[in-house]
T-cell receptor, first 118, second 116 residues
């Protein structure tokens, strides 16, 4: 079955510290991969995406993510966290073009809540 | 200049009632979606509409019916509301589903539905 696992429900880091949020997926092929962020009371915003090519992708707000095929992972990183990064982070996968799955149908993980200590 | 807007932001109603949530996007997108986020923050797609055609229906009860009067609007109508319908409902939109940028979905702020 297709699924996305975010093993950490809640992470707390100090402001200025580095951050890594984990994401693993189970899929019949290499899916398209995404990270979204949800600030309190807000909708989701796309941070970055991976379709193919370079396995290290850069996103907005200083975030990056690395795709590791051998580990079926797409971990999100940031070298120095700011207090405004406190939010819920969602990893998602989508069926690649011509795979046969529902195009545009994103499967989300259950999210990781990030708290930032001053 | 809001990209994807939803009304109302909060909706409190009793079991058995019928209610609607409205969604509008001004991004010129061809496809719109409805997602349900439960109390544990789990987000799951309910529907999508592409050029006014339903193309995904993820085993949602038929009490839920999406209605799209035009490409910029996708409303969600819910009949005979149940306690388990309490959740946050998000509308989203994207470009047409034949291009990679269709996977970049833009979300509205959500509608928190509480059924008592």
């Amino acid at each position: 079955a297709q699924s996305v696992t975010q093993p950490d429900i809640h992470i707390t880091v100090s402001e200025g510290a580095s951050l890594e949020l984990r994401c693993n997926y189970s899929y019949g092929a290499t899916p398209y991969l995404f990270w979204y962020v949800q600030s309190p009371g807000q909708g989701l915003q796309l941070l970055l995406k991976y379709f193919s090519g370079d396995t290290l992708v850069q996103g907005i707000k200083g975030f990056e993510a690395e795709f590791k095929r051998s580990q079926s992972s797409f971990n999100l990183r940031k070298p120095s966290v700011h207090w405004s990064d406190a939010a819920e982070y969602f990893c998602a996968v989508g069926a690649p073009m011509n795979y046969g799955g529902s195009q545009g149908n994103l499967i989300f993980g259950k999210g990781t809540k990030l708290s930032v200590k001053p | 200049d809001t990209a994807v807007s939803q009304t109302p932001k909060y909706l409190v109603t009793q079991m058995g009632n019928d209610k609607s949530i409205k969604c509008e996007q001004n991004l010129g997108h061809d496809t719109m979606y409805w997602y349900k986020q439960d109390s544990k923050k789990f987000l799951k797609i309910m529907f999508s509409y592409n050029n006014k055609e339903l193309i995904i229906n993820e085993t949602v009860p038929n009490r839920f019916s999406p209605k799209s009067p035009d490409k910029a609007h996708l409303n969600l109508h819910i009949n005979s509301l149940e306690l388990g319908d309490s959740a946050v409902y998000f509308c989203a939109s994207s470009h047409t589903l034949v291009r990679l940028n269709s996977y970049e979905q833009y979300f509205g702020p959500g509608t928190r539905l509480t059924v008592t």
